[in-house]
């Protein structure tokens, strides 16, 4: 069991391990164990599509269903005694005509510690509006932020600023577009009552209760489409949009690869024009980049974090082609010190760093979003995070805004956003396209990729 940890935010695997090569069988399976602490011993099998039943009942294996879907996915698992017999069946399915792809079933661990600071009492009063005895958890107007957004905490939220809304929300909202969030579940808090969520699905129960127990998914989808302009608490970027929530990750913090690949393609086949992963590793899954493949067919944009290692290598998902890998930014437009780089860098957007104040608010500079307290699931509150996490649900919000403004293919979504990224403003002056490996295309801005989107739509358009 290689260990999956939330850093700041981020879900990221533990274990730097070999490089050499990834398939299942290649890499010892004691060297495996070594750097995972146990004895890797179960695989993920997905089997094409046309495999029959009866195909399944005698190919000597015990497929157990990861969800009620593994039956139409022909995705499954498959448990072994020992890990040199797991290597033994991962060569000989390798070589069946039956098997797409064959991988480690990977689990997932959350340590305590994870990144977070809660709102003082002061913060957490001007964004409920309970400084002025009213009680009823709704702000009364007279101290909010003036003009469009009067959420009374939006003041906080720099990081909305730095991707230029709310300007952008002249443009659009991105009502109508569902963005799947695949993460721990998201629960409605107050600061979510006004924003639209469909039903998901828990992959980690194999229910529909996809609510959150740990709060770091219910933070990623305040980003995307936390209520805005509702005189309580704070913005969220495209929040017009459609939230589907998609629990992965358990409240321990353990997950299944196999699980996420069902979400992906769960994703694709109930409306998702979005999907946002904030997780990711080290390992390639070739069972999840199939589904990305998948929901790439059917018209998803896929955004993930490029990870929290604070090293040059950008974890999985994210380095898939096809998938927009999502650096994370600060106050000060500089990369974080956490924020892995390379060559698959996309864009950046801002992830936050609780450790310092550079905008001089006696704050720190988070993500600040309205979620359930980790560890304490009964109380909700405003939480400031930090991670890439946090970057990646900035520019799934942004890619929903471009879509809901007319662009809908994926690789015209992803273009729109890469064109129009700026300049970090300690990269000083330059002409547009890719900056380097740690920002890819620059920052993501939304209220140029929503002018750009709504040119491109109206474009050929005669004039009236």
């Given at each position: 069991m290689v260990p999956l940890l939330l850093v700041g935010g981020l879900v990221a695997w533990g274990w730097g391990g070999t490089t050499r090569s990834h398939r299942v069988g290649e890499i010892p399976a004691e060297e495996l164990a070594e750097a995972a602490g146990v004895s890797p011993r179960t695989l993920i099998v997905d089997f094409r599509d046309e495999t029959s039943d009866q195909t399944l009942a005698s190919n000597g294996y015990d497929e157990e269903q990861i969800s009620r879907f593994s039956a139409n996915d022909r995705l499954y698992r498959l448990r072994f005694a020992t890990a040199d017999e797991t290597v033994r069946a991962a060569a000989a399915l390798?070589?069946?005509?039956?098997?797409?792809?064959?991988?480690?079933?990977?689990?997932?661990?959350?340590?305590?510690?994870?990144?977070?600071?809660?709102?003082?009492?002061?913060?957490?009063?001007?964004?409920?509006?309970?400084?002025n005895g009213?009680?009823?958890?709704?702000?009364?107007?007279?101290?909010?932020?003036?003009?469009?957004?009067?959420?009374?905490?939006?003041?906080?939220?720099?990081?909305?600023?730095?991707?230029?809304?709310?300007?952008a929300w002249k443009l659009g909202q991105g009502k109508g577009v569902t963005v799947a969030v695949i993460d721990t579940g998201v629960s409605k808090v107050p600061d979510l009552g006004d924003t639209k969520i469909v039903a998901g699905y828990n992959f980690v129960a194999d229910n529909?209760?996809?609510?959150?127990?740990?709060?770091?998914?219910?933070?990623?989808?305040?980003?995307?489409?936390?209520?805005?302009?509702?005189?309580?608490?704070?913005?969220?970027?495209?929040?017009?949009?459609?939230?589907?929530?998609?629990?992965?990750?358990?409240?321990?913090?353990?997950?299944?690869?196999?699980?996420?690949?069902?979400?992906?393609?769960?994703?694709?086949?109930?409306g998702a024009k979005v999907i946002n992963m904030s997780l990711g590793g080290p390992l390639p899954v070739v069972t999840i980049r199939h589904a990305i493949d998948y929901a790439r067919e059917k018209g998803v944009v896929v955004v993930a974090a490029a990870g929290n290692d604070g090293r040059g290598r950008v974890s999985y998902p994210a380095r898939y082609p096809g998938v927009l890998a999502v650096a994370s930014t600060q106050f000060d437009e500089r990369t974080t010190f956490y924020s892995n780089w390379g060559k698959e860098i996309d864009i950046a957007a801002p992830g936050g760093n609780t450790r310092i104040d550079q905008n001089g608010d006696g704050k720190p500079d988070g993500v600040l979003q309205n979620t359930i307290v980790p560890n304490d699931i009964s109380r909700t509150d405003y939480l400031w995070f930090m991670g890439t996490s946090m970057a990646s649900p900035h520019v799934a919000g942004v890619a929903a805004l471009v879509i809901g403004a007319g662009v809908t293919r994926p690789d015209a979504v992803e273009a729109v956003l890469m064109d129009t990224a700026r300049r970090p403003k300690v990269a000083g002056a330059g002409h547009s396209g890719r900056i380097?490996?740690?920002?890819?295309?620059?920052i993501v801005d939304a209220g140029a990729a929503l002018k750009k989107a709504r040119l491109g739509r109206d474009a050929g358009k005669k004039k009236s």
């Open positions: 390798r070589q069946d005509p039956t098997v797409e792809s064959v991988d480690y079933d990977v689990e997932a661990s959350i340590p305590p510690g994870e990144s977070s600071l809660a709102a003082d009492r002061e913060v957490f009063a001007e964004c409920t509006g309970t400084q009213n009680g009823d958890g709704k702000h009364d107007g007279k101290d909010a932020h003036k003009g469009f957004p009067d959420d009374p905490c939006f003041r906080y939220q720099w990081h909305l600023n730095q991707i230029k809304l709310p300007e529909e209760r996809a609510e959150d127990d740990h709060g770091h998914g219910t933070h990623v989808a305040g980003t995307i489409a936390q209520a805005t302009n509702n005189k309580l608490g704070v913005g969220g970027v495209a929040f017009g949009a459609t939230i589907l929530p998609l629990k992965v990750l358990s409240a321990d913090g353990r997950g299944s690869m196999a699980a996420i690949a069902q979400a992906i393609r769960y994703a694709a086949d109930h380097d490996d740690h920002y890819g295309n620059g």
